[in-house]
């Protein structure tokens, strides 16, 4: 545990985290547009789990979460829309025998199909509940993954958006162990000339949905953003010439289930 060893622990509790570069080592490949930091989930895991405890993810994404997962023997489920990377992660994970994992194609804002998956795999491997859940959600109309309806990264308005990822938070919630924990990634987005507090709003209607305690406020940087990397001039220059301010940072938000 790692109150047996705390003054050696490099589990980071600070509130602000500073990440020089993402982790490439193992089955980490920067495959994916939005690709999670594997430091992320590496420290949420070991501070907020134990070995052979279960972590749901509720948009998994390229798999950074599994992979780590795999590396700290924490069972896993994850839910996405997008079957080629779905395929892509069954594919990295194809010699795993060391964990107990599925990645599968689960609509999360609807709660029958995401139940009704998420129990048949609990009833196969014997969970009575998931010990800690992550998401890292699409931005809001930046990227779009896929041309799926379900894809929450086609929606357009913000209150849709917020309404669709409060769903799918609930839906993980409610398999969430009692007094367990979870963390949402998110940042903010610039549309039409403003910012909009896109993390705040999704954290503020997750406080105003589920009966929770907020635990933690992180705000992580990483430097040499891909999208940005080799360009840093032409950004400042842009950012200088107009009026706003360059996104460098996430954040991490970590609630209690009550």
């Not at 949420?44 to 993810?57: A, M, S, W």
């Not at 996405?80 to 779905?86: A, E, K, L, P, Y």
């Not at 039409?192 to 999704?202: G, M, Q, Y």
């Not at 105003?208 to 406020?217: E, I, Q, S």
Request: aromatic letters at 12%; glycine letters at 6%.
């Amino acid at each position: 545990m790692i109150m047996d060893s705390w003054k050696h622990s490099d589990i980071n509790v600070d509130s602000l985290w500073m990440i020089p570069e993402r982790e490439k080592s193992g089955k980490h490949k920067n495959v994916y547009h939005g690709n999670f930091i594997p430091q992320i989930p590496n420290q949420l895991i070991r501070r907020y789990t134990k070995p052979g405890d279960t972590v749901l993810e509720l948009f998994s994404g390229s798999g950074t979460t599994l992979f780590e997962c795999e590396s700290l023997a924490r069972d896993y489920i994850g839910f996405d829309i997008n079957d080629s990377i779905i395929d892509y992660v069954n594919q990295q994970m194809a010699d795993c025998t060391a964990i107990n994992y599925a990645v599968r194609n689960v609509d999360v804002t609807d709660h029958t199909e995401f139940a009704s998956s998420l129990e048949e795999w609990m009833t196969l491997h014997h969970k009575p509940c998931v010990d800690f859940m992550i998401a890292h959600p699409p931005y809001l109309d930046i990227v779009k993954f896929t041309d799926d309806q379900r894809d929450l990264s086609n929606i357009d308005d913000t209150e849709e958006f917020l309404k669709k990822i409060t769903l799918a938070v609930s839906n993980g919630f409610e398999y969430l162990k009692k007094n367990g924990y979870f963390a949402i990634v998110a940042g903010d987005v610039y549309k039409k000339s403003e910012v909009i507090p896109l993390a705040f709003l999704i954290m503020n209607a997750i406080r105003l949905t589920l009966k929770v305690k907020m635990k933690g406020v992180i705000v992580k940087n990483i430097e040499g953003n891909r999208g940005k990397l080799g360009a840093r001039n032409i950004w400042k220059y842009r950012a200088l010439n107009s009026d706003y301010f360059l996104f460098k940072h996430e954040y991490i938000f970590v609630f209690k289930k009550l």
